[in-house]
């Protein structure tokens, strides 16, 4: 760290300006064949603005070293997560087989990508999610008649066709989308698709499985009532970069990624890696990655990332932003003790 801070000192008087400060970025956030990406100025000033902490226009040793500490160690190794996503007989083949939905996609092709990356890049852990329902769950149009639907849902039992989206009655309502009955709770729908490698000591994750409630991310139930057990065991393993990839795109793979950046995870989405149901919402899913700083990729490009050769910008960002976040709380529990 020492010599780190030295090496960039340029003119030698003990603190690291913003000129020095962008030299340091320049070599953190670059490519395996050297090829630097760029830092727009606000992004730089922002991030030496956070780690400025007493906003002398400086970073001094002691500045540095939280800098270090918190910034770019992460950034240089990662704790790389590998998340496959809902990649079930029944959204490839079965009852909810995507290349019926509009975007007409056929979730039989992540399958290859995403064993190659199995086989040739090293994660820390892989994590394989199941949507894994009870017969009788919300989500199946089969039962439609089960609950009775609030007056504001914009279809009745009798008009309601697949894939629209229906009000229950509760407290609070349940706004829902009707999907046919799929991936039941130890179906052959419900396994993982036959050629999907399995690699050892995986972990599973399981949602899905309360009979009253949706769930899309494999963190949360759609109500935010319940939580499987991933984000605890991603906190145990210190994970810091989450790759999501899997079925479907626009729906849990969409809806995973967003939780994951909001909880703080520096997310990366893989794009040839994901399958979806409508195009439109497929961008939107992307534009929404895009925009809470994760990023998207081609699956060629994750074995470099996750060597921490290949460390992008938009990342280093996102990891600045919630040290920030974090420095704020800590102030504010301070004013209040
Ligand atoms: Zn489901």
Partial sequence: MDACFSAFDKDGDGFLNIEEFDGICKGLFRNDRGIVYSLDTNTLEHIFNIFDTKKDGLIDRQEFTMCWNKWIKTIIRPVNIFLIIDVQNDFISGSLNISNCSAQQNGLEVIEPINRLLDTVNFDSVFYSYDWHPTDHISFIENLNLRPLDPSSPVNVETAQLYD????????????????????????????????????????????????VDSYSVFWDNKKLTQTTLGTQLSQLNATDIYVCGLAYDVCVGATAADALSIGYRTILIDDCCRGVNLNDIEKTKNSVIKNHGVIVQSNEVKTMVEGRDRRPELGYKLALEIEKSMKKDIEKDKFN
Wanted: charged fraction near 25%; aromatic fraction near 10%.
């Fill in 165 to 212: 989206t229906v009000v229950f009655e509760g407290s609070p309502k349940i706004k829902q989308r009707l999907w046919p009955k799929h991936c039941v709770q130890d179906s052959w729908g419900a396994q993982l698709y036959k050629d999907l490698k399995v690699v050892d000591n995986a972990m599973k994750i399981y949602k899905g499985t309360i009979s009253d």
